[in-house]
Every structure is written in structure tokens, then in C-alpha cells.
């Protein structure tokens, strides 16, 4: 870049650069050619020249068949005719827009190969990352299984071995290094064979017969100007001024479309399908009348590129002759000029206009279809009813292929990037994005305005909550609670933090009027409940969480919340009674077994405390989850340090911590390490 | 402030230089035997009922916009000079018709005796496919007249079909008395036994004493000079049309270009004209045959395609639940949940969309992760801490764009050469059941971080155990994050790409591992921008005068071309891209380590070219 600013620069420096980039942006969007018409390029590998210095490769381009002229993109390896040589999926910017190539090496020649496929056991099961060594003949190779390298592309996991002109019978090796899993050796793998690698296990040859893929490619798509696009999102229509065939200045406003749709025509007289399409208008006004529709007619004959009058006598004597029953002018410059700008901002490419194009409008003055060349009666008729119809019908008659999603069904608001940014750890992006979406423009429905709101000063006083900023936190979910006052789950929330903010008086009120809006609705004890937890009020939660327990006395987790708050309320053998009655109805439930052990494991009132239990509750509770859970084994470990088994605790310990690091739980992995540390002491201690 | 005007930038100048120029139908002064390409249709209306529709758009200034002549001469003598080569490459199409009167218009009388086909060549490769032939070392050049030399030249293809001719000239020097030009030739056909290419590095002397007359050759000195023969006809043959045998809607889909479907679906979905559309490769049914998966822009449902033992396919998008119209840049098929089936990853405008495999083939969505500042591109997978399951590298290019510049095809990097207001570059962790955890910054890649990333590939580069990755970036240097994994099995990132020699301060756009030179450990191919008219312009003395003498460098390396960096195993990388010969890939972008020809050593595969049009109204 000639004028590329060259560093760090104010806007006043780079304004003219950008300019530049967009009006390149704007050249190749008209259909500029850019570093085109160029062949795609081979190289072949000829091996060490003199010393054991990598040589020159050769250009094989041409000979090689690869040298097309395409803009070409992703390229792919796979051996999809499985011949034992190396064929390539293609991708193109222009027509064909995806090649198969198909190697031709193993039709005649004499050269052996061998392919194979990984199946990992103790790694990640595709074995991404496993580094193959093929020995055979005294030469070794190295390959490695990647998923995702060149442009956009994922090759075949099929490991492929050219091997050369071989001796008969010749035999070789294959060192697998499994990603972070060890080494295996495999012996007598013979050449020729598409081989499957599972780890551990012998290897398996697979015995399919190759196809034989004929070489055919499509023909080119004649080109065409020829189009009819059904916009999913209409864009309103200018107004336009033109001039009728007795000279009198007209106007078309779209704000003023008396209540019907509009087809907008330019035309020539000069051009055969132009007169064909208007006197096939003509023949069937009668149908177009009675489907509302308003038809408007206009000559661009008035319009020169090159600045030499105009010539209306033939339209004139065309109009004369034809007794258009429809409405008839010609556009001048401007008018064409603002039809052109419209179209040209629906579409990433622009095209010229061709003659003859239409517009069809709807009767609010919106543009619904855009026709390039002319457009048959039956398809004008049919593309009328669209104009009123559900989103969802002009969505299947806007694709040109069917599918099984709606795009509009994946709508990205501002909350959506609030959340990915938060996701990310960037807590000011989220913000950011809240604030947008509270102040979005209000639309014509003001309910859902309301909900919206509700919703993203919720996701904002959730984010401050959870960085434990209270303030902040209470006055989000307050604005929220002023858009969606009949939420009472919204009041418990705002509650709990303004009660953390200090602001108790102001909490209890909070927690009141929640209460007060629906009485015996389990959802709101639930969470009064669970929010006295959060802001340890245990006794409170004790009552909520009877009272809701009372309208479901099955439910699960209300008694486990419930045994909580019991245990927090200083009452640890209520808890245990609680956890022991639902063990009766849910002998199988890990997470009873778990919270019961730990309690009875650490509990510091002796006529509960029963470690010996508390280690059999626990082992059982791991068996049952195939010791995989990390929280689980955290009990097992407690349970076992206190009965005295410090080394085993130790074991478990260990187990939980890779756990917790392999699935991201890092501040657990933290918590058990520091704990580890201090059996450890406890182990060394005398 | 600096003044920045007072250049155009390098493409608009290339354009301006060469759409006046009539007879530049193509980039490459290209020569065919068989037909000319026909005339495109005149861009006003004319009064032909014969022609359907005849275009009747604004014809906007820009396309004609032209650049400060007197600064790049250079490029006013290339474009004489090109024409006058072009014209020489149609003569050799026609070698039966060979005489000194055709080609009078090119040469100068007191053209030098030149050679164009060494004698003496010897095989420096043979197997069941190619032959390679190159000039002894101790050859003496035997130069001959003009008309004998190029007599020697095209004497072998006497009896050769389709005969191509091709120059592309990438440097001139109008500093000398006789100004020098260098360029690619290449020429090549199809023989009764195969094809056969010769190609070589043609640097021209020419006489030009007046800057409105075409210049006339006085010598030329030709130098790595090559021939290539294919036995038994080109090695690869395209068989699409066999494939995809009984789906009517294959063609109608992929047998339109991005143009005509971007000038037939609202730009709202994102379908734009640059085609970056990428391919996955996977068996989707447990089979053991590979499939086929085919991301679509905006607007176009994606496909796949289920392969049957015959090597054709069935069209399974529906079915499988996985013809989305959402703007899909890349696919990965990985068995994240390591339940032994291929689940599916799309990178799309609405960020990253998980699917489950059902074991059959039928996908449902688990997961998507949006990545707020910009819609992932290219996506790489590796068990980077090792802990069993595969986590995901995801590459984006430019941040999300305004209203105002939807649609427009290309970045706004800032500065070109390295710039670093590009899209945020996202890891996300495996933490098992489908859920996956933004860890970028806290392993340590967001250094460099804010990079134009067109690709990115994994591999352990320095043979520790764990991979690391190399990232390709357009507008400037790349990245490649060595993988330190702690005693705790905790990993940290550290960008050594300066260090480890493979920064490769260039266009980036893609990145394949592999073994080059035979020795075990990983080297690299990047490829990148080779542009001409870059390498023409960033040369000459009036370029980017006020920039110093490492940012002119920095331009110059831009366009050079693609990149073979050759692992030296002591965790750095020795440049190899010149002596190997594979630099000139054009405007590349997806390149890839394949032996195509059984043999055992890596060949490389670029494909390229931008932006081909029709019309001719020259090549930017």
C-alpha cells in the first residue's frame, strides 16, 4: 500500500486511506477483476540436491493437471476413490464453486502406499495430534493427524504412506506417538492396505474395492442478467418524478400508494422484450387490475451516456399505437439514478440494470421483488400474493434453496454480545452491550420494550452481583423490577443483593412484596428460600423452604436446599433426618449420598458426626458415578481423612484435582489443591 | 501529521495503469492456440433487438480513476512491455508459422544472440509420473540469432494440442540506458506421450526511445530454466461431475459463482464476493468412507454429502439437520464428546455452533459461542493440555463492521504492511459435556492478538509433546504460540515467532505443517500474497519515500510470495522459500503438504487467484 499509514496515526492521516479501501471495496463490487486469471500451482518435493540440503522443487503445475484457472480457496487431501493415491476436494470463488480432483497416479504406475486411520483409547478418541512413523526398506517417513490447517479446510484423518517402487513382500513398521499417551509399535504392515489403528489393539486392514470415478466436470453456467429477487427485508422506494406522454410533470410517492402495489417498469422502445412484456401487461390488465395492482411504465430513452439528445419518437409512436391501459412517462436521469442506487444497496455485487427491470411495491411503499429482464404474467400474479403474505412464506419464496433453519429465527441482539463478552472475562464489553440493549430505540410495542429492558438491566445487575459489586448490582435489578413490576422473582433478587448492599430495610420491603404477590407459589418460596441462604439467613430459609416443601413434599431439591439451611441454621440433625427420609425414597441418588457423608464426616456435634458412615455413603456415591465427578471424590477424600486414611484421602484427592483441571474447574482444582497440601502436612506430621 | 496523499495506493495504481490499456483482457499475458477469448458486450445500451437486455447502470468515475503518472513510470513501461511480450507468446502458440517477419514488431535490429533452451539438460528427477530436466551445471549457454533461438524453443512441442503460453513480468528497471524487465515464462502443451512445460526466468533488455512507442527486445538472458514432462496426460482429472451424478440441485448451487449469487441474495446474510468458504472431510456414518461437508455464504444452505462405496454421493444436508443458511465460514468434524463419532463445528457469523453426532449422521446443535467483536473464519483443533478431549483454536479476520461498511469486500488494516486492528483471536477450552470456556488470556495468547488471522494450524513444532500453533495473518506477521505446559500439566503460550524466524511479514493466508525435507521434524509452508504489480511498484525508488528503510523492507517482503520455513530442531527455522523454488505462488490461498506422487516426499499444492471477472476492464 503506497499510502498505508505507517503507524499508530491520527484519523485525519488514515481518512484518505480509507477512502482508498473503500473505493477499491466499491471497484471490485462492480465487478473488477483483482489479481484474476491466475493458475493454481504444484510443486514437486525432488528431494535432496547435492549434500543433504533440501533441492528446488519442480513446477508441475501444467503437468500435474492442478494449473486451473479458478479463484481458487480451501483445498482438502483425501483418498476418496481409495486407489492409494492422494485426491483433493477444491473450493472456488467463481463457477465451479467445488472440484473433486482425482489422482490418476496408481492407474498404471508401479508405486506402493499405505493408509491408515487412528482410534485413540487414553487420548482424545480421534487421536488429533498423533505423530506416524512408517518405516520400510530402511526409509522412514513422518506424518502428523491435524484437524484444520491450509485455508478453511479439514483434510481426510486417513493417514496416507507413498511408498515408492518396492520389492514384493516387503514389510514395514509404524511408530504411533499418541498425543500425551505413549508410544506403540506396530510390525509386518503391508503396502497396499487402508489399515485402522485402534490404540492397544492389533491393527485392521480394510478390504474395499476401489471405484473407478469417471472424469467429467460441469460445463460453465451460461451467464445471465436474467433475475427475480424476493426481498426478505424491504427497503422503502423514493419518490419519483417523471414526465407522462401528453408532457405533464408526474410524481410517484410511495408514501401515497392509496392503499395498493405498484409495478415500476423501465423499458425501451428499442428493446424487443420491453415491448413484449408491456403488451403482455396490456393483454391481461384486467387480471393485474383485479389483483390491485398499479402499473407505472417508464422510458429511460431520455437518459444519454453520452450527452447526445434524446429521441422519444419511437416510444412516442409505440404509446400512440399500443393504448397502454396503464400508466405510461419518462424518467429522466435522477429518477434512474435513485432506481439504480436502490438496487445497488440490496446486493454485495452490483449489476447494471438490464432492460427490461421492474420493481414490484408494496402498498406501503416498501420494495417486495426486484425482476431483471422481464417477468412472466403468471409469476407477477403469483408474486402479488406474496406482497401480504406470512414472513415465513416470503422467506421460502426468497431462498433459492430450501432449509431446515429460519434465519431470522437467529436474531443477534445487543444482550447476545453482552453475554459473549462476559463469557470471555471481558466485564466493561458486557456492559457496554447491556447499555446498549436498555437503550434501544422503543418500538410500537411497548410491552415488549418493557421486557427488554426488564431483561437487560437483569443481565447487568447479575454480571455486577457477580463481582460482588452490591451497589451497583441493586440498583440494576431495581430498574428492572420498574419494568417488570409484576415479577416477583425479580424483587427476591433485587432483595438479596440490596440486603448484601446493606440496604436491609430496604431488602426485607423487597422480600415482603414478593411474598405478598403470590401466595403458596412454590417457584417464589423456592427462591426466597435459597436467597435467605445467599445472604445467610438460615432460619429464614428454613421457614420459606418448609412452607414450599409443604405444597411439594416430593420435590428433590427443595429438601436438599431445605437440609442446607438446616445444617447452616445450626440444626445438623435435622439435616439429617432430611437427607435420611429422601434416601429412603432416592436409594440411588448420588448427590443425597454425597451431601449426607460430607455432613456426617465434618459436622463438629458429636451425636451427629459418624465418619465411618459418612466413608461408606461416599464410596457408594462414587461407585455409582464411575468416580468422575471431582466434587464427589472432594467428599470421598474428606470422609477418608477423617476415619484416618490420610494416604487414600491423598489418592482421591489427586483423582479430584486432574478432574477439576481437565473440565476447567480451575478455582476447585485451586481449593483441592491447597487442601492436598494440607493432609499432606497432616500425613508428615508426627 | 504525515501527508499521505501524495501516493496512491499500489492496487488503484495497477488498475488505473492497466485498464486503458485495450488489449489486457487477462492479469497474465496469457496465450492460447485454440481460441481467443470472445469480446464482452459493450457496457452502454446499444439499439440491437438482437441482445435481450443490455446493461443501462451509472458508470461510476472510480473505474477510471487514474494515478499520478510521472511517479510510476514503471508501471507505463510494463504495460508497453507485457503487450509486447503477450504478442511474442502468441507467435510461439503457432510454432509451424514461426518467421522473422512476425516477429519484427518485437525485436530491435541489433538484438544480442541470446539462448532460450539451454542444450545439455539432464534428468534431476524421474519417477512413474514426471520427468524433470534442468541444465547441466557446467553448461556453457550457446546464444543464438533471435529467430534460431526461438526456434530451439518451441521445436519440441511441433506436435503438441493446446499450446499456452504465459510472461508475467514482476520487476523493471528503467534506470539503465536499456531498460531491463524481469519476468516468468512459461510454455506448455499437450504431447502424444503427455504434457509437456518448459518455464524459465526471462530477463528482457529492451530499446524504448519514446515513451508513447511499445519498447523492442535487444537481449534476453534466461536463467533457472526448466522442463517438465507428465507421462500419460495430466495426473489429476476432475471428476465432480461423476460425484454428484443424480443431485439436479448440486449444479444449480455450486455452478454459480459468489457474483452471481451475491447479485441475487440481500447482503444482509452476509454474502459477500471474496468466496471464503472452506471444507471439511470426515466420516459422518461410521462407514470408513470419508464425507463431505460444504460451507455456504449467507443466504445458501450448506451441504453434506454422505459418499457410497461407489465414490459418489447423497445429499444428506436436510436429513442430517445441518443445511444451515447462516453465513458459514468453516467446519471442523472432531469427536468433542469422544463417544466415537465425527460431531460437527461451524464457524459462522453467529460464532461457533457445536452439533452432536447421533452416531448416524443426524446432528443436533449442543452449543454456540459467540465471539462479540468478530465473526469467526478459520477454525484448528488440538488436545492442547493434553487432558483427552480436543479444544478449539478460532481465528477472526476483521472486526464486526458498521452498517456502513457491510459489504464491502475488504479489511481496513491499519498500518497495511503490519497491522493490528483485526479481529480478537478466540481458544476455547474443552471442559467436557459440551461446554466449552473462552481461556485465551489466561493461557497467554492474546499477544498479538488483534491480527487480520486468515488460517491457523496446530503441530509440535519442537517436539516436546504438546502442540503448538502457528496462525496466518493477512496485513503483517504471523504468530507462532510455543505450548509451555507447567509441572501441574498447566499450559502457557508465548508468541516466539520473531525469534523461531517465521514471523513472515507478509499477506497471510494459509498454514500447512509438514515434513519438507525428510528429516522427522515439522516444517512450515505459509502462503501469501505474490503480486506483480507489487513487486514492480514496492521496488522502484519513489514508493513510500518517507518511510524508512525497515518499513520499505517490510513492503517489498509483502509480495514476494509464499514461505517454506524448514525446521532446524533447535526450535528455529531457516527460510528456504527462494533456494526451494516455491515462492511464487501467486495470490495464494489454500496450500497444502501432499505426496501426489507416491513417493514419500511432501509436494506442495497452492491454490490461488482473487478475483477473476469477466469483464474486461482490466485486472487491479
Redesign the interface.
Known sequence: MAQSPLDAVSPIDISGYLQNWSALSAMIGRGRSFSGFERHCCFLNTGPSSGNELGRFADISAASGFDLIDDGRALARVDWDRDGDLDFWLTNRGAPRLRLLKNNLTRSANSSWLTISLQGRTCNRDAIGAVLEFTIAGRKQTRVLRAGEGFQSQSSKRIHFGLGALPRGEKGQLTVHWPGSGIETIRDLLPGNHYHLKQGSPPRPDASSPPDLVAGSFPASAPTEQARVVLTQRVPTPVLGYVDFSGALQKYDPSDTGGRPTLINLWASWCTPCVAELEDFSDHHASLKAKNLRTLALTIEAVSDDGSKPDLGDAKKLVRKSKFPFQVGVTDANGLRLLTVLHSKIFSRERPLPLPTSFLVDKHGQLAVIYRGPVKLAQLLSDLDLLEAAPVVVFKAAFPFPSSDDLDLFPLGELDFARAYQDGGDLEGARRHAHRAIAAEPTNNPVLDDANRARAWYFLGSLEQSTRQWVAAAEAFGKSVEHAPTQPLLKVAHGAVLWQSGAREAARKAFAEAARAKANDINLLNALGKAHLQIEQPGEAVIYLQQAQALAPENLTIALTLALAHEKAGNPSAAVAEYRRRLQSHPDSANIKNNLAYLLATCSDPAVRDPEEALALATQANAAANSSNPGLLDTLATAQAETGALSEALTSLQRAIKLAQETGKTRLAQELRKKRGDYATRQNAP | ??A??????????A?AVSCDSEDRA???N?SSAESEKPKPPA???T?N?EI?????????Q??H?EPSRDAWQGEVFNDLASAQLKALGKILVHPAKLSLENLQKLIHRDFRPSELRPGGLVV??Q????V?KRPAADQRPRARPFLEGIRQLVTPFAEAREL?T?FKIYSVALDAGEPVSNSWF?I?GRTPG??L?M?AKWRCHWNWPSPDEPPTLKAIAISEF?Q???L????????????FRGLP?F??????????W????????G?????????????VNGD???D?Y??EP????NRLYI?R???TVIDAS?LS?T????QT???????LD???D?DLTLATT??VIFMENDGRGGFVVKGS?????AAP???????F??????DL?VGCYSLRRSNE?E????G???????ANNGGRN?LF?N???W?F??????LGLDQNNRRFT???????YDDD???DLYVANDYGRNNLYRNDRDG???SKFVDVAKKAGVEDISAG??????????D???DLYV?N?W?SAGNR?AYQRN??T??GET?REE?QRHARGNSLF?NKGDGTFAD?SL????A?????????F??????????????????????D????
Not at chain 2, 519417477?127 to 514426471?130: G, H, I, L, S, V
Not at chain 2, 471474496?274 to 470426515?282: N, Y
Not at chain 2, 493440555?385 to 480436543?390: E, V
Not at chain 2, 511432501?602 to 490461488?608: G, P, Q, S, T
Request: net charge negative.
Open positions: 501529521m504525515r499521505v496523499d501524495f501516493f496512491l495506493i499500489l492496487f488503484l495504481l488498475a487477462q492479469a497474465t496469457e457496457a452502454v445500451p439499439r433487438a435481450p437486455f443490455a446493461p443501462i447502470g451509472l458508470v461510476d472510480t473505474l480513476r534431476v528427477h519417477d512413474a509420473a514426471f524433470v499456452r504465459e512459461q506448455s503427455g504434457t512445460t518455464r526448466e517438465t514432462e507428465s500419460g496426460g495430466p495426473l489429476l482429472s476432475d471428476v465432480t461431475k461423476t460425484v440441485e449444479p444449480k448451487q455450486f455452478n454459480h459463482g459468489m457474483d452471481y451475491a447479485s441475487r441474495l440481500e447482503s444482509r446474510y454474502i459477500g464476493l471474496s468466496g471464503w468458504h472452506g471444507l471439511a472431510v470426515g466420516d470408513g468412507l470419508d463431505l460444504v460451507c449467507g443466504g445458501l444452505p459418499s462405496p461407489d465414490g436436510a439437520g443445511d444451515f443458511r447462516l465460514q468453516c467446519a471442523l468434524f472432531l469427536d469422544n463417544d466415537g465425527q453467529l460464532g459461542k459467540l465471539i462479540p467483536e473464519l478459520g477454525l484448528a483443533a488440538a488436545d493440555d493434553l487432558d483427552g478431549d480436543l483454536y461498511e459489504g464491502q469486500i475488504l481496513r488494516p491499519i498500518p497495511y504492511h503490519d478466540v477450552r471442559d467436557r459435556s461446554r470456556t473462552d481461556a485465551t488470556r489466561e486468515l488460517a491457523a494450524s496446530w503441530d509440535d509433546g504438546d502442540p501441574n500439566g498447566d493466508m494459509s498454514v500447512t505443517w509438514g515434513d519438507a525435507d525428510g522427522g521434524d515439522r502462503s500474497m503480486s511498484v514508493f513510500q518517507e518511510a518499513a513492503f524448514l528456504a533456494t526451494a523454488g516455491v511464487m505462488g501467486r495470490w495464494a490461498w489454500g496450500s497444502l501432499a505426496d501426489l506422487n507416491n513417493d514419500g516426499r511432501n509436494d506442495l499444492l497452492v491454490a490461488n487467484g482473487f478475483i477473476t471477472q469477466p469483464d476492464t482490466g485486472d487491479l
